[in-house]
């Protein structure tokens, strides 16, 4: 049974930096495409950047383009999300899938919580 656990979320001060760490356990996912969404309250869950598991090619929404990486270690089976020049529109509840057959998100971890003070 594939589980994705999220950590490395925080309280930042604007401007600031985090890194999101997904571990996968369970299964490799090396072969899958992984992407992180976010959710803020009141709001639906949007999505943030995917990373593909071929070639390691990566999208971003246009909100945090250019200051948003996403990476991935094989090895490791995680998926990293390094957030830089944090804005308080960022304050969410992180979570990272796998893109499974179909093209649908799965394999949803818990979250973990980033709040950006202004």
């Known amino acids: 049974q594939v589980q994705l656990v999220e950590s490395g979320g925080g309280l930042v001060q604007a401007g600031g930096s985090l890194r999101l760490s997904c571990a996968a356990s369970?299964?490799?996912?090396?072969?899958?495409?992984m992407a992180w969404f976010r959710q803020a309250p009141g709001k639906e869950r949007e999505f943030v950047a995917r990373?593909?598991?071929?070639?390691?090619?990566?999208y971003y929404a246009d909100s945090v383009k250019g200051r948003f990486t996403i990476s991935r270690d094989n090895a490791e089976n995680t998926v990293y999300l390094q957030m830089n020049d944090l804005k308080p529109e960022d304050t969410a509840l992180y979570y990272c899938?796998?893109?499974?057959?179909?093209?649908?998100?799965?394999?949803w971890g818990q979250g973990t919580q980033v709040t950006v003070s202004s």
């Open positions: 899938a796998a893109v499974l057959q179909g093209g649908k998100y799965g394999y």
């Open positions: 369970g299964r490799t996912m090396s072969t899958y495409t």
């Open positions: 990373v593909s598991g071929s070639f390691g090619s990566t």
